[in-house]
């Protein structure tokens, strides 16, 4: 089913409300994120979500095609992404020292402070559009259900 095009006046079935209701929530909280991020720190939501993973990497690196996994990219967008981040000098690329072939993304200690600064300005605007809107057993509450719904699971990473 389209969302582009309902609104909730035009379903009925509570299934459809809700998965309107949550698309438009999703969107709406997602541009006013994605705004915020980038006029306070020059990152887009995509920036933001491959330096946090890289933040709480081990050694904040991590290989380049588990990034493209956890962020859901392909291997071509995390490549296009990552040179932007290297060009910004947030990013750098490491070989791996027994395969060729892997490479690492290790975040700069000027990655290391953006996204320190984007992490806390970021979760303070979360607080605000989000988690303000909801008492704190909703939030739990809201939490759980979303839990049982599926997630789309990366592969295992392979050993090197």
């Known amino acids: 089913m389209s969302s582009q095009v309902l609104t909730t006046q035009e379903v ?3 299934t459809e409300v809700a998965w309107v209701r949550f698309l438009r929530a999703h969107a709406a909280l997602t541009r006013e994120l994605s ?3 980038e006029a306070e720190h020059g ?3 995509s920036d933001f979500d491959v330096l946090i993973q890289l933040y709480h990497a081990e ?3 991590m290989r380049r095609v588990d990034i493209a996994r956890q962020v859901l990219l392909t291997a071509s ?3 296009r992404l990552l040179d932007g981040l290297e060009r910004c000098g947030l990013v750098e690329k490491k070989a791996c ?3 060729a072939r892997v490479s690492y993304a290790v975040l700069t200690d000027a990655g290391l402070s953006k996204i320190t600064a984007a992490r806390d300005s970021h979760g303070a605007d979360v607080d605000e559009l989000f988690g303000s809107r909801l008492e ?3 939030r739990e509450h809201l939490a759980e259900l979303l839990g049982r719904l599926p997630l789309l699971h ?3 990473a392979c050993s090197e």
């Open 77 to 79: 967008g995390i490549t």
């Open 12 to 14: 009925s079935n509570p």
């Open 154 to 156: 990366t592969s295992e």
């Open 35 to 37: 705004a915020r991020l």
């Open 136 to 138: 704190p057993k909703e």
């Open 97 to 99: 020292p027994s395969d």
């Open 59 to 61: 050694g904040h690196a």
């Open 43 to 45: 990152l887009t939501m």
